[in-house]
């Protein structure tokens, strides 16, 4: 919960800033975002290696580059019920 408060804390300070754009904001300062995605199993293949490469790539330090928290929270909502368990 401590990385959602810190995300939502961020948003609140900056979202006075009217003279950004709404995009320029969530480049800036982050987004929270919801939703439901309509996945095939080659798709959820693709995510999971987009997501596991990109983290594995930008966990370290480097020039230039500030820190950002990330949460990720995603799950087939449908699992489970083709054995009677939803």
């Known amino acids: 919960m401590q990385v959602y408060k810190n995300g939502r804390d961020t948003i609140r300070r900056v979202s006075n800033l009217q003279e950004l754009s709404v995009e320029e904001q969530r480049r800036q300062y982050g987004d929270i975002r919801t939703g439901v995605f309509y996945l095939k199993p080659e798709d959820v293949k693709q995510l999971?290696?987009?997501?596991?490469?990109?983290?594995?790539?930008?966990?370290?330090?480097?020039?230039?580059?500030?820190?950002?928290?990330?949460?990720?929270?995603?799950?087939n909502t449908k699992a489970g019920e083709e054995n009677g368990d939803a």
């Open 48 to 75: 999971e290696n987009f997501i596991t490469s990109f983290i594995e790539e930008t966990q370290v330090p480097r020039e230039e580059a500030v820190p950002w928290e990330f949460a990720l929270i995603a799950y």
